[in-house]
């Protein structure tokens, strides 16, 4: 049975109709109309889908959507603006990151939690902090070199 | 939908532009009735046919003086576009950013093969080049008769046509956009006839000398960085229509198996789900996404009996050594008689290598979506060959060709024939079921698990040395599945699981490849063998292209085989290759390579390294259609754990001219890691029922923790020669660049693929 869940997206307060047990994902594109967060395995595997709730990056593709309560909600969308950027996705654009770029959500959410708690990393914690996200095009090299100069610009 | 303007919005602006009458300029030799008529035969507002011989085919002039370029390829995230733009900018003589690049959709671009054996630049930019520079040719013969000036005396910048006038004089002047913007060139090229990657159809123009070149050649770089990590352009799973429901397939437990009994009363109470079953087609649709995998979840069925299939795992190896030979070819420069000579030979050196079934594992697993309305039919695909996809549906649907659209739209991935074009074959069945648009996303284990895979293969290699050291015989076997058992595009019914699943009559091809060097020895065989597949229909095992397809597995056999030699011969790996490479840019990369890295020269093994920890270094080099990679891998090896850390790369690139060199070293770092990855990790597993491969724990590959420290480029440019392609020859030799630093570093050969710490480890006890 569906019931209504309000939800605090990138500020904004919606209202999806939907069965409690679906994941988080769902309501984000489907109801919401975010396609930011992507779909990669449904098994918290790869961090395709992953988004902020609360400021921990979360896989939004196991959160049940009952589960989210008042929590706030970010996605890469919300976390900045052409005119407004994150530091990590000027450094994304700096270093020429993507390939194909499904995988963005995943290095950037889970980045940019990480560095909101942790200034100055080794390169050591970085991978650590990103260990288990995939990217099946192969940019780790630029992957690296855009967190840490994001890291970098973060102060 | 995307931000992205439309092409097709484009077309329908030029139209409504395409009636102003030309300005004749005064003086002109010609009356205007026979200017304008002139003109007109080269620029009318109504489009000439989407064919191969039509310059506007490939090329606009807009209204506003920019310049759309149509191109029948698509970008697989290595930035193509960019190095296309850079083409037809330089040959038009307009500034870079005023050319856009519209790929891959049907509706605007004509078959160049899409994305394909590294052909971007070396065959569909050719044709692009040879198309701009005809546009140009024709843009200043049209000057010519606007300014009354003959056509050898206009000089072109900016995409402004100018008389070279004498110093103080003010030169004429008109520009592409009072020439032709907005309407369409209708200039004929001689097509060779041909579609896909040999289409080429050049026109009367000579593209420009490479010295001139100033576009071309500079560090441009990407303009879809931005549109993705701030979400404004769509993936093709992004895309929806209106009235459109999600649809999810249903595979078999034990492969080859076939529902015999579904109960849809068992989805009864979820909203809208329906089933489509045909045969052994079976998937379901609901008008919510999670109502639609919910379905798939609940949906009772009863399968087919069936024996297993498949071998199990452990004797796979033993299956290809025995399996009957379905076809077997001799590939190559062959040189001598290789037989005879090694009954001369003082010493014979041996070795088998064996590589696995590999596996697309794109980052998420395909989607597509096909909508059928009144007649026509449109896709949206992230397939790398959209305009084949397009040939399937059409034959799928029993819908003429000019009634299916079929889009590119970025996927998740492709590095090949990936899951993508079956699942547009899927969402294409279904939806002529229900009647509705389906959007059709598989599931994570449905493409790890049911892509077309990389073909297992085993290797042997074998050199004939004299009393001299010298090689006087090689001779090199590969035998495996084919790369073929589907082709590498959706085109054909019987390529697709939905054609397969249900009962059209197979097709199964047979290709595979040798190792693509310029070693000469007296005496020279190299050769191929293709088995059956497993399991002729439906196969989570058939066979087909994954990136560089099958030279990953020949080049890391030959040039493991190589390094062996060497070694016993008691050689450095690089002076022996040298000894017998006798291309000179083969000899180029290697030895760029060796300066780059600060190669020692000595033999293999490196001696004197004890303690738990070691390292070494190895090289491998190769080429592909025209392209030559020598690549330097340096490794640390855990002899505890068996964990290889390949830490550093030297890559020595020529692909002869280079339009983009950040583009294209960014090319080369993905092949390199995605080498790493299929070299240390990825390996397909099965049992004999199924692939049991089916998500990221079961199908790991490189984590970001064994990034390399290092990578370093040599790009040798050669703009005299034509761009041949770097969008796989890194990745050919980079297992046996690995393989070879591990013997150096350990003494220890590892002829099978992947090096996971279990494998090493028991290697090295």
């Given amino acids: 049975m569906t019931q209504k869940i309000t939800l605090n997206v990138n500020g904004k307060n919606h209202t999806v109709d939907a069965d409690p047990d679906m994941p988080l994902l769902y309501a984000l594109r489907n109801d919401i109309g975010l396609n930011n967060p992507h779909f990669g395995c449904g098994l918290a595997q790869c961090g395709a889908c992953t988004v902020h709730v609360d400021g921990v990056a979360i896989r939004s593709c196991i959160t049940p959507v009952s589960s989210v309560g008042k929590g706030k909600v970010v996605t890469l969308a919300g976390l900045g603006t052409p005119e407004k950027p994150h530091p990590l996705q000027t450094a994304y654009v700096e270093e020429q990151v993507p390939q194909c770029g499904y995988c963005i959500n995943g290095w950037i959410m889970t980045a940019a939690a990480f560095l909101a708690k942790k200034k100055k990393p080794s390169e050591a914690e970085i991978k650590t902090a990103l260990e288990g996200i995939k990217c099946r095009c192969g940019t780790h090299v630029s992957i690296l070199k855009a967190v840490k100069r994001a890291a970098a610009m973060m102060g | ?765």
């Fill in chain 2, 1 to 765: 939908m995307t931000k992205m303007e439309k092409p097709t919005t484009i077309s329908r602006r030029a139209v409504l532009m395409g009636t102003g009458a030309l300005v004749v300029s005064v003086g002109a030799p010609l009356g205007l009735d026979v200017l304008l008529g002139m003109n007109n035969a080269l620029a009318q507002g109504t489009k000439p046919p989407l064919t191969p011989d039509q310059l506007s085919s490939y090329i606009a002039v807009n209204a506003n003086g920019t310049v759309s370029a149509f191109f029948g390829k698509m970008d697989m995230g290595h930035g193509l576009f960019v190095a296309v733009g850079q083409i037809v900018a330089e040959e038009l003589d307009v500034p870079f950013k005023a050319v856009k690049v519209y790929m891959g959709d049907t509706a605007n671009s004509v078959n160049q093969g899409g994305a394909s054996g590294s052909t971007g630049l070396q065959l569909g930019g050719k044709q692009m080049r040879m198309a701009a520079a005809e546009a140009r040719r024709v843009l200043v013969d049209m000057a010519a008769e606007k300014l009354g000036v003959p056509a050898d005396q206009l000089t072109v910048s900016n995409g402004v046509v100018k008389t070279i006038a004498p110093r103080g004089a003010m030169p004429k002047s008109v520009s592409y956009a009072d020439l032709i913007g907005g309407k369409y060139f209708n200039v004929q090229l001689e097509w060779n006839k041909a579609y896909g990657n040999t289409l080429y159809a050049p026109g009367k123009a000579k593209p420009k000398d490479p010295k001139d070149h100033k576009i071309v050649g500079k560090p441009i770089k990407r303009e879809d960085v931005a549109p993705k990590v701030f979400c404004q352009e769509d993936f093709c799973t992004d895309i929806k229509v209106p009235g459109m429901v999600h649809g999810r397939m249903i595979r078999p437990a034990v492969a080859g198996s076939v529902p015999v009994k579904v109960d849809e009363s068992s989805i009864k109470d979820i909203p809208g789900a329906k089933v489509v079953w045909q045969q052994g087609f079976l998937g379901v649709v609901a008008d919510k996404e999670w109502d639609a995998i919910r379905a798939m979840e609940k949906l009772k069925v009863e399968w087919s009996k069936v024996e297993p299939p498949f071998p199990n795992q452990a004797a796979l190896y033993d299956h290809i050594r025995k399996a009957p030979v379905r076809k077997r070819a001799e590939e190559g420069k062959l040189a001598g008689n290789v037989d005879e000579a090694f009954k001369t030979a003082a010493k014979v050196i041996e070795a088998e290598y064996e590589w696995p079934f590999q596996s697309h594992a794109c980052m998420g697993p395909a989607c597509a979506l096909v909508e059928i309305k009144d007649g026509k039919v449109n896709c949206w695909t992230g397939s790398q060959k959209s305009h084949f996809v397009q040939n399937g549906l059409s034959a799928q649907l029993g819908v003429p060709l000019e009634n299916v659209h079929v889009i590119w739209q970025t996927g998740p991935g492709s590095y090949g024939r990936s899951d993508a074009d079956d699942c547009a074959a899927d969402a294409a069945a279904l939806a002529k079921a229900v009647g509705k648009p389906v959007r059709l996303q598989y599931t994570r284990d449905q493409g790890t698990g049911w892509d077309p895979k990389g073909p297992a293969s085993i290797h042997r290699a074998r050199a004939a040395i004299d009393a001299q050291g010298n090689v006087i015989a090689y001779d090199f076997l590969s035998k495996g599945f084919s790369r073929v058992d589907v082709d590498t595009n959706g085109s054909k019914l019987f390529d697709t699981l939905a054609g397969q699943t249900q009962g059209v009559t197979l097709k199964s091809g047979d290709g595979f490849g040798v190792p693509a060097e310029s070693y000469e020895f007296a005496n020279k065989k190299t050769a191929w063998e293709t088995i059956p597949p497993l399991l002729d229909r439906s196969s989570p095992l058939r066979s087909s292209h994954l990136r560089d397809p099958v030279g990953p597995q020949i080049h890391f056999a030959s040039e493991s085989f190589m390094d062996e030699v060497a070694a016993a011969l008691n050689v450095d790996p690089i002076e022996f290759r040298l000894r017998y490479v006798k291309e000179p840019r083969d000899i180029a990369v290697i030895k760029a390579a060796a300066q780059k890295f600060g190669w020692d020269t000595r033999p293999s093994p490196r001696k004197g390294q004890t303690g738990a920890k070691v390292s070494g270094r190895g090289i491998a080099y190769s080429q592909r259609n025209g392209t030559r990679v020598a690549v330097i891998a340096q490794v640390d090896i855990d002899r505890a754990t068996g964990k290889i850390f390949a830490k550093r790369f030297t890559v020595a690139h020529d692909c002869g001219q280079i339009i983009n060199p950040d583009g294209l070293e960014k090319c080369i770092e993905g092949n390199i890691i995605q080498g790493i990855s299929r070299t240390l990790w990825e390996e397909v597993k099965f049992d004999n029922k199924k692939v049991t491969s089916v998500d990221w724990i079961s199908y790991p590959i490189l984590d970001i923790t064994e990034t390399p420290e290092k990578i370093d480029f040599v790009l040798i440019n050669h703009p005299e020669i034509p761009p041949s392609g770097a969008g796989e020859p890194s990745i050919r030799p980079i297992a046996a660049a690995i393989a070879n630093a591990i013997f150096d570093a350990t003494g220890v050969r590892i002829r099978r693929v992947p090096f996971s710490p279990d494998r090493v480890k028991a290697a090295l006890s």
